[in-house]
């Protein structure tokens, strides 16, 4: 083999090499890109299905004074009248971060007559704690509408407010009992898909796709 040959083959391994890491780069771009609008999708999904669980939780006072939940666990299991209601199924792992740690949105109850320091911080809302910068920015249902301006996950904040005709959807389900599966509340950020974790919804994403694509 004459040597200018074995230089232009020499060339070729190397520009052979080179597009075949610009492929795989942009190929691991397109797949991060996909999987974080997967993970959005999902966490607008989860993060519907905690704000209609405080609505649940908050109509289903007993008597006429309307409370929010102390803590997360309450929805789950909700003592606060003979018959235990259901009206969250699990904690749901916040997908950005993969744990189930989430921040809250707190408003102190109305203590009246009561010392300040039997004022309880109760839940009315929850929101990742994901710092990373969201990909959707539009196309996000009236409620949320304040979303596309957010700059981080952690603004996307899920929060049922009694004065809010908008966030106390008559749609809302209804508590299941304690012992019984109970079907998830109908959202507007159901996934289509059956491999998420997730629990099915009938409902169709208002963001005209599912989670997983």
Wanted: aromatic share 10%; no cysteine.
């Amino acid at each position: 083999m004459r040597q200018g040959e074995g230089g232009f083959i020499y060339l070729w391994a190397l520009f052979a090499v080179a597009l075949a890491g610009m492929i795989m780069a942009g190929t691991a771009q397109v797949w991060q890109i996909k999987s974080q609008r997967e993970k959005e999708a999902e966490l607008l999904h989860v993060g519907e299905q905690f704000r209609r669980a405080i609505l649940s939780y908050y109509n289903s006072s007993p008597g006429n004074s309307k409370e929010y939940p102390k803590s997360l666990d309450d929805l789950l299991l909700d003592s606060r009248s003979p018959v235990i209601k259901r009206h969250l199924r699990k904690i749901y792992r916040d997908p950005m971060t993969n744990t189930e740690e989430w921040g809250f949105i707190e408003e102190a109850v109305n203590a009246g007559s009561v010392s300040s320091s039997n004022i309880t911080a109760r839940i009315t809302g929850v929101h990742s704690l994901s710092e990373k910068k969201p990909l959707k920015k539009d196309k996000f249902p009236e409620q949320y509408a304040k979303f596309s301006e957010a700059l981080t996950h952690k603004e996307w904040k899920f929060v049922f407010n009694p004065s809010d005709t908008k966030g106390a959807s008559s749609n809302a389900a209804q508590p299941a009992k304690a012992g019984q599966p109970g079907q998830p509340p109908a959202s507007p950020f159901a996934p289509q898909s059956s491999s998420t974790a997730q629990p099915k919804t009938p409902s169709t994403s208002a963001f005209g796709a599912s989670p997983q694509q």
